[in-house]
């Protein structure tokens, strides 16, 4: 019913950028809040930043001043700007975002996408 879908992952030097996007699709009603995970090899996964629907922000402590997430509800989807990349940001990441459905407006479920890679290196 429901599909997130990740995009603008790669391989990027230290001090680079990249732009991730997740797109939402499906038999959406209204989203809440969106959030940004990433899972380094062996370790679990962390939370990155989160944006509520009216675009209040938070942030990991090591990525703060370096990454921004927004948001652009008229298409249900949520970026993050990563700039100066170090390579302890390696990780795959993953789009989660807690959505109701047309058919159950006042029912909010959590979804996640299938992630993206991000490889920080030279």
């Known amino acids: 019913q429901v599909q997130l879908v990740e995009s603008g992952g790669g391989l990027v030097q230290p001090g680079g950028s990249l732009r991730l996007s997740c797109a939402a699709s499906?038999?959406?009603?209204?989203?809440?809040?969106m959030a940004w995970y990433r899972q380094a090899p062996g370790k679990q996964r962390e939370l990155v930043a989160t944006?509520?629907?009216?675009?209040?922000?938070n942030y990991a402590d090591s990525v703060n001043g370096r990454f921004t997430i927004s948001r652009d509800n008229a298409k249900n989807t949520a970026y993050l700007q990563m700039n100066s990349l170090k390579p302890e940001d390696t990780a795959v990441y993953y789009c989660?975002?807690?959505?109701?459905?047309?058919?159950?407006?006042?029912?909010?479920?959590?979804?996640w996408g299938q992630g993206t890679q991000v490889t920080v290196s030279t």
């Open positions: 499906g038999n959406i009603f209204t989203i809440g809040v």
């Open positions: 944006i509520t629907s009216d675009d209040s922000t």
């Open positions: 989660n975002a807690d959505i109701s459905l047309n058919s159950r407006r006042f029912t909010f479920q959590f979804y």
